[in-house]
C-alpha cells in the first residue's frame, strides 16, 4: 500500500501514476462536505462523490484498474481538509494488497 500526499487544503488535485494509469483525483470542499472527482487517463469516471472515510474510492461498476484508493481516517471522522496529513490519508493499493487485507 502506497500512501500518497495530500496538502492541507481545501481544494486540491492529487495525480499518481500507477503500472500503466494515470489517475487524478480532485477534492473540493464546501461548506457542508467534501466532494471529489476522479479521472483514470484523462477519462472521468467519478464525479462530485462525496468523500467518505474507510471506503474504496472506485466503485467496484468502474474496478477494471490495478488497484483502488482508500480515503482513511483514524477516528472515522467527516472528511476536513483540516486534518490531511494529520489523522487522514488518502492510500492506493493494488488489487492483490486488497485481497490479503479484505
Excluded: H, P, W
Amino acid at each position: 500500500m502506497q500512501k500518497l500526499e495530500i496538502d492541507k487544503t481545501a481544494n486540491q488535485s492529487i495525480r499518481y501514476q500507477g503500472d500503466q494509469e494515470v489517475y487524478e483525483i480532485i477534492i473540493r470542499t464546501t461548506a457542508n462536505a467534501t466532494f471529489f472527482s476522479l479521472k483514470r487517463d484523462n477519462i472521468e469516471i467519478i464525479s462530485n462523490q462525496i468523500l467518505i472515510s474507510n471506503k474504496l474510492l472506485i466503485n467496484s461498476i468502474y474496478q477494471v484498474t490495478k488497484g483502488n484508493f482508500i480515503f482513511y481516517c483514524l477516528n472515522d471522522e467527516l472528511a476536513n481538509y483540516e486534518n490531511f496529513g494529520v489523522t487522514q490519508f488518502l492510500y492506493y493499493a493494488t488489487n492483490e494488497e486488497l485481497l490479503d487485507n479484505g
